[in-house]
């Protein structure tokens, strides 16, 4: 018999060929983006979610909000209970498609400090989320 000693695979491997479309999690909830900050912290809190994905009228996200975000909001000085999560938001984005490779939408996230990110598909409608383990 001949001992074999086994090389735990490196969580960063094959970064460059898998895809996000193999690492994202279901959507989970998604909001107008007309609500107020306290509709959707109520909306987070009864869901169990620690984010919300923002879509328009139309269904096309437009974002993603998490509760450390929307609370700091609330507390804020310049919160007011008409405030709509479209304000908080800002800019579109950002996003990243299902056939992005891991390794940039890591990168991204990484630099932009971001919890999670919305995955859009080609016609802007949310597919999943992303999360980065912690």
Known sequence: MTLVQM???????NLQT???????????????DDMTVEVALAVMTSAHAGHLLVCDPDGLCTGLVTQAQLTAVRD?????????????????????????????AE?????????????VDEHGSAVGILALAR
């Not at 090389?7 to 491997?13: D, I, K, L, V, Y």
């Open 107 to 119: 990168h991204t996230m990484r630099h932009r400090r971001l919890e999670a990110l919305p995955v």
């Open 18 to 32: 898998r895809t996000v479309d193999e690492e994202m999690a279901a959507a989970g909830p998604q909001v107008c």
């Open 76 to 104: 804020s000085t310049a919160y007011t209970d008409q405030l709509r999560l479209r304000t908080v938001l800002g800019d579109r984005g950002p996003f990243t498609s299902p056939m992005t490779a891991m390794a940039e």
């Open 7 to 13: 090389q735990p695979r490196s969580t960063n491997a």
